[in-house]
């Protein structure tokens, strides 16, 4: 990873880099304007300097990597974990209805998908979990998550519609996660569908179909009359399969919060999305700055259950604070510790606060770019 050079951390203060190269020295460091800076250095330097800079790796929110690799007899098959992306209004959640059976497009606000919601399907005796995202453009940075904590992306694209800009960012996001996509062609129904343009306009962003030659798969589908949503549900899995997605059900559970609200009679309502190991009732989870002792768990439909394995979304209920959505989240061991570790990432995020306040508003990210 690059670092920032005498250069970047001047042209973020504002200051000659001759200034900086002044202070190193006075520090006991020779450097030159391109040479780069060490965290300390940045900090010793910006303090002189008397500006702030954010050191944004102190706040990191992403699920734990396991400190030991899983020995692969322990590794079983998971469910794929399937994310539904796509402009606004062009189907996503009707034909997440449809693969489901159930009536959630009807039931929200004005039919506009505002968080994210996870299920389950079962398909050929295969679970698979699907996530709905908002195809709003006001969602960008939850789109940018959903592809993160995915296997498989099935863009929808509408037939009459074509590809518009929130296609074209999910595109980005699938790509930047180095996910498989799975193009739904949905609304073939309607009097004005044109497939043809629409595969015309995928082609020109390299997702050339199948049919056409290319290696995207593609599906024709109607979230309305049902027509093509077995096809797409039996290539998802097809897709799914060469991911070879395994886990190890043993370790402590880790994974990502999908959404969370408070709930004026329960508390805190999270939804988790389980990476690796098996969550328990009553084990003690940390997300971020939010933790406590999960005191019920209950699957997608709502009922409870004593514990839940990877690939997994589950709602639970016991946590402290609200988490943010695509937050990591880890299971500890004591809730002492737990404690701790949260308040130390609320420090690291006030800090972080602070200095967005500061005389100057880059931050290490932008140094290091
Ligand atoms: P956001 O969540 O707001 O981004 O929208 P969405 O992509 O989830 O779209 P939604 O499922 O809410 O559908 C938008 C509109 O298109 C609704 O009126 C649906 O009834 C309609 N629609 C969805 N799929 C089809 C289809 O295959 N055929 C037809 N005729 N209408 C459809
Ligand atoms: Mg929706």
């Not at 037939?159 to 996509?181: F, K, L, N, S, Y």
């Not at 009679?265 to 700055?289: C, E, K, P």
Request: proline share 6%; aromatic share 2%; charged share 25%.
């Amino acid at each position: 990873e690059p670092g920032a050079t005498v250069k970047d951390l001047a042209d973020a203060a504002g200051v000659p880099p001759a200034r900086v190269v002044k202070i190193l020295f006075s520090l006991g460091e020779m450097k030159t304007q391109n040479q780069t800076l060490t965290e300390e250095e940045i900090e010793l330097v910006a303090e002189e300097l008397g500006v702030r800079v954010e050191l944004t790796e102190a706040v990191d929110l992403s699920a734990p990597e396991p400190e030991v690799e899983d020995a692969p007899e322990d590794l079983i098959e998971k469910p794929p974990v399937v994310t539904v992306m796509g402009h606004v209004d062009h189907g996503k959640t009707s034909l997440l209805d449809k693969i489901r059976q159930t009536e959630v497009a009807a039931r929200e606000a004005g039919g506009i998908t505002q968080h994210i919601g996870a299920y389950q399907v079962e398909s050929g005796g295969r679970k698979v979990t699907f996530i709905d995202t908002p195809g709003h453009e006001a969602f960008t940075e939850m789109r940018a998550r959903g592809a993160k904590i995915t296997d498989v992306v099935v863009l929808v694209v509408a037939a009459d519609d074509g590809v518009m800009p929130q296609t074209e960012e999910a595109i980005e996001h699938a790509r930047a996660a180095g996910v498989p996509i799975v193009v739904a062609l949905n609304k073939i129904d309607v009097p004005n569908a044109n497939p043809d343009m629409v595969m015309g306009q995928l082609a020109e962003r390299g997702l050339t179909p199948e049919a056409w030659g290319g290696d995207t798969v593609t599906v024709p589908v109607s979230a309305k009359t049902g027509e093509g949503i077995e096809d797409l549900i039996e290539n998802i899995l097809i897709v799914a399969e060469l991911e070879e997605l395994k886990a190890n059900p043993n370790a402590p559970a880790s994974g990502y919060v999908i959404e969370s609200q408070l709930d004026p009679g329960r508390g805190t309502v999270a939804t988790l999305l389980l990476t690796r190991g098996t969550l328990h009732r009553g084990d003690i989870v940390l997300a971020g700055t939010s933790y406590g002792r999960v005191r019920a768990m209950m699957d997608y439909t709502g009922h409870r259950v004593e514990e839940a394995g990877p690939g997994m979304p589950v709602e639970i209920l016991g946590l402290q604070g609200v988490p943010e959505a695509g937050t990591g989240f880890e299971v500890v061991e004591h809730e002492r510790m737990a404690r701790a570790r949260a308040q130390q990432a609320e420090a690291a995020l006030r800090r972080q606060e602070l200095a967005q306040g500061g005389p100057t508003r880059r931050t290490l990210e932008d140094l290091l770019g």
